[in-house]
């Protein structure tokens, strides 16, 4: 319990509550009592006025006559009043005698006095008259003390109250925390021991907490992807790389046993390192994936003019796609088309598709490399006329080592998309896979640059012209 963070969260609401109404009562005790003194004082002011104002106008016996009919209609009767001479003789009022300690004139005092031979609290004022009379001017405040009293008693029993209520609020904030924090500490937990399909449930009240449970929820659906994706690529190396790995290893098995000469040798040795550079290119293909996935190319992002580079890429494609079937390739391509980028990435990735457009299409059939700006946005497409993929498949084209019906005897290990989608996602763009009628049609959807990125870009820093790719076995 003394370790438990929902306990330290209700007893800090508790002392805050606390706190607070102690900080509320306080406050509402001596603004009550300083009323109460505050009216005493002025109502002690107000009547030692008047009277000054008579003694003013008709001396001694005005002064006297006005003090016996203040105390006539004193219904409360509060009112103290005392006029002495210059002896300290008594001369009129409801005073035995004279205060000893009201010495000084203009001064409240608070002191016990004997008025009607009983004996009171007053707050009393003097006041020096000429001809060398004292007047004392003041209130019985035994109500005021009582009624203080009132307050006081009614406050510490308030505390009570408040103490009570703050100990009920900390524990209805402490089971809402423990409820809260256990139903994510129980899904934590589930998915420790590994299980990935329980999650946080929401509320539906919007706040906090629902907030925060569809934050969880989405990282681990995340988790979950993450983790299906690791074994399906765990499985597919597993599946795609045992054979050119098993065939390596049976013809070096074989050149050992059966080769008479050293040229039959060495063509067995050729064959087998060249199943085994297929598979160092399957790996080398993974680890760019997993390079432009972290993002740790965006660091060589520049300004880019798309129209030379797809001109090139073009231009040593023709005579590839001549060679294959007689393939024709049109470009459709403005002649400026600026971009913030990785320039290599982006070439990669053409040249995927490019190379998978190739290898899929028909005899005489007509690939397309088209690019232009659609408001916001670069649209980067290579469209063939060949099997296409069908709509079922298309949303796991981009997966690793995926592929379908159509491209399974083809040579390739299902890379080259996940390598293109890895590049557009980089970019935040996406890749659109779509039907050409017939064919397929793979676009990549890129942000254009803005004027303010033109005008900060450094266009005169240098760009490399490579064209390298992958080995056309990494594609669709």
Known sequence: MIRSASLRFATLFGLVFALSALALVAFLWFSTANLLD???????????????????????????????ERLG?????????????????????????????????????????????????????????PGGFHLLVGRDVRGRVEL???????????????????????????????????????????????????????????????????????????????????????????????????????????????????????????????????????????????????????????????????????????AVAEEHGGLSLRLEVPDTLAILGDRDLLQQAVANLLDNAIKFS???????????????????SVADQGAGIPEADRPRATERFFRGEAARSTPGSGLGLALVQAVALLHEGSLLLEDAHPGLRATLVIPAMSPVQQMNSDSSAPHPEDTATLPSDLRR
């Open 148 to 318: 203080r009293r009132l307050l006081t008693n009614a406050l510490f029993s308030s505390l009570l109250v408040i103490a009570a209520l703050g100990a009920a609020g900390a524990f209805v904030i402490r089971n809402v925390f423990r409820r809260m924090v256990a139903e994510v500490s129980a899904t934590a937990e589930a998915i420790a021991g590994g299980d990935l399909t329980p999650r946080v449930r929401r509320s539906g009240r919007g706040d906090e907490f629902d907030r925060m449970a569809e934050s969880i929820n989405t990282m681990l659906e995340r988790i979950a992807k993450l983790m299906d994706g690791v074994r399906q690529v765990s499985n597919a190396i597993a599946h795609d790389l045992r054979t050119p790995i098993t065939r390596a290893r049976a013809r070096l098995e074989d050149a050992s046993l059966h080769a008479r000469t050293e040229g039959e040798l060495r063509a067995g040795v050729e064959r087998a390192v060249s199943d085994l550079d297929n598979v160092t290119a399957v790996f080398h293909a993974l680890m760019r994936i997993a390079e432009i996935e972290v993002g740790a190319r965006r660091s060589a992002f520049a300004e880019i003019d798309l129209g030379p580079l797809l001109a090139d890429l073009a231009e040593l494609y023709s």
């Open 73 to 129: 209609e004193n219904v409360d009767d509060d009112a103290i009043y005392e006029v002495t001479d210059s002896l300290q003789r008594w001369v009129a009022g409801n005073l035995n005698q004279w205060p000893v300690k009201v010495e000084t004139p203009g001064v409240f005092y608070e002191l016990q006095v004997v008025r009607a031979g009983t004996r009171s609290l007053a707050d009393v004022r003097r006041y020096d008259l």
């Open 362 to 380: 028909p005899d005489r059939g007509h690939i397309t490399l088209a690019a232009a700006r659609v408001d916001r946005q670069v649209r980067l």
């Open 38 to 68: 505050r009216q005493v004082e002025a109502a002690i002011n107000a009547d030692a006025q008047g009277l000054v104002e008579r003694w003013s106008e008709g001396g001694v016996p005005a002064l006297l006559l006005t003090i016996q």
